[in-house]
């Protein structure tokens, strides 16, 4: 069965850095694009990067362009996502989550890691 | 940007009863690439339906999704216990995808 695992998550400063882990079993990762997706606890979902099943193409939404980078080793079936310049409003819970077509729906999520940016 | 407005933002129901859920997109959503997802509480989010009506693996028909366009609709038919969640739409029609701000659907 598909199952996704995140790790990494803890307390971090502003300004500081941090690397989050997504472990894939159960499928073959390196023919799915795969997100990363984050929600701040009690509020809604805000997709944050996407990187294609061969690691060719990445994006990022605009709040985190620059200061974020994704990145996946299909040997290993691992994403990555690297934070750096972390903010306040980063705080939020993080999942990794497979997605179907190049842009497309997210059909199995991890349980998510959480990640506090504070003084 | 495409946004996404859900409405309404709690509907509150009883086991049994009928849910309409409306997700309204600010421009076309391309070859209605629409998808609904439920959140139960300290939960990730599960894939219900995608391309507007198309039912995911292991989704009960209870669950219907429909619309086009701009405007689209998630119906629970007959809402189960486990039912009781945040519904939240996402497009896929354009690159930067794009959640709705989410429905509550809470016991009456």
């Known amino acids: 069965q598909v199952q996704l695992v995140e790790s990494g998550g803890g307390v971090v400063q502003p300004g500081g850095s941090l690397g989050l882990s997504c472990a894939a079993s159960?499928?073959?990762?390196?023919?799915?694009?795969m997100h990363w997706v984050r929600q701040v606890p009690g509020k809604g979902l805000e997709w944050v990067a996407v990187?294609?099943?061969?690691?060719?193409?990445?994006d990022y939404a605009d709040s985190v362009r620059g200061r974020f980078t994704i990145s996946r080793d299909n040997s290993g079936n691992m994403l990555y996502l690297q934070m750096s310049s972390l903010r306040v409003e980063d705080t939020a819970v993080y999942y990794c989550?497979?997605?179907?077509?190049?842009?497309?729906?997210?059909?199995?999520w991890g349980l998510g890691t959480m990640v506090t940016v504070s003084s | 940007e495409i946004v996404l407005t859900q409405s309404p933002g709690t509907l509150s129901l009883s086991p049994g009863e009928r849910a309409t859920l409306s997700c309204r997109a600010s421009?076309?959503?391309?070859?209605?690439?629409l998808a609904w997802y439920r959140q139960r509480l300290g939960q990730a989010p599960r894939l219900l339906i995608y391309?507007?009506?198309s039912r995911a693996t292991g989704i009960p028909d209870r669950f219907s999704g429909s619309g086009t366009g701009t405007d689209f609709t998630l119906t629970i038919s007959r809402l189960e216990p486990e039912d009781f969640a945040v519904y939240y739409c996402q497009q896929y029609g354009s690159s930067m995808l794009t959640f709705g701000g989410g429905t509550k659907v809470e016991i009456k």
């Open positions: 159960g499928f073959t990762f390196s023919n799915y694009g």
């Open positions: 391309d507007a009506s």
């Open positions: 421009q076309s959503v391309s070859s209605n690439h």
């Open positions: 989550a497979r997605g179907i077509r190049l842009w497309g729906y997210l059909d199995y």
């Open positions: 990187i294609w099943y061969n690691g060719a193409n990445k």
